[in-house]
């Protein structure tokens, strides 16, 4: 099969991974039991806790996988070269979101766990990880007048997960000073959700870029430089 098709394919298919996984985990926030969670003060990750905690676990497994479909896609493409750092930042984003499943969230009251702390340091290498990844993409291509739509697409979602989790980060740091939890200082589940969402959006404006590329120019329009020459990525 063509690269093209391959990319098409890939990037069709990691595309409604991406948005029945979520689908999965967003339905957990509307059905019993977990609707009673505050989607405020909680973090998602809660919601494996419950009886319906496997709906929780396949969806973010479906959604690592298809984030890797995307990947394969940007790789067809020729958007992004399997071995550079904008291609590692997004295989750990799915990795990173396997090992959160792997290794479940932990009750800190009752004291530290190794679980526990693979899962949080899981959960910041997938969150940063991905919108790093996703930036360097767009730097590559910054100057091809062909994906500046797609660059900003993917730039402005990666952005912002950023600045969401530079409110994490903050809350961490000023801990000295709060004398309090961090979680406790911001609504860590509204922020947490708000990260994950553009999170998804990125991977998901990955996806269309993806698919876009490998339909080829259209008519006035030049072809895309292969991924050679960049040394930012």
Do not use: I
């Given at each position: 099969m063509p690269s093209a098709a391959l990319a098409r394919t890939f990037a069709a298919a990691g595309f409604a991974a991406v948005l029945a996984g979520v689908l999965a985990v967003s339905a957990l926030h509307v059905l019993p039991p977990t609707a009673a969670i505050s989607p405020i003060r909680r973090t998602i990750s809660e919601y494996a806790y419950f009886?319906?905690?496997?709906v929780f676990n396949l969806g973010v497994l479906v959604l690592a996988a298809g984030s890797l479909a995307v990947f394969a896609a940007l790789a067809y493409a020729r958007l992004v070269r399997p071995?550079?750092?904008?291609?590692?930042g997004l295989l750990l984003w799915s990795a990173g979101l396997a090992a959160v499943v792997y290794f479940p969230k932990h009750d800190w009251s009752v004291g530290p766990s190794t679980h526990g702390t693979i899962h949080r340091m899981a959960s910041l290498v997938a969150f940063v990880s991905l919108p790093l990844g996703a930036l360097l993409v767009t730097l590559m291509w910054r100057r091809e007048r062909r994906w500046r739509g797609s660059v900003w697409l993917t730039a402005i979602?990666?952005?912002?997960?950023?600045a969401f989790f530079g409110v994490i980060a903050g809350a961490y740091l000023l801990t000295p000073y709060t004398g309090l939890p961090w979680w406790d200082v911001i609504p860590l589940g509204f922020v947490e959700r708000g990260l994950a969402t553009f999170e998804v959006l990125t991977v998901l404006a990955l996806g269309r870029w993806a698919w876009r590329a490998s339909a080829g120019p259209r008519d006035g329009e030049v072809a895309a430089e292969p991924v050679a020459q960049p040394s930012n990525g």
């Open positions: 009886e319906t905690g496997w071995a550079s750092f904008a291609a590692l979602p990666a952005l912002a997960a950023l």
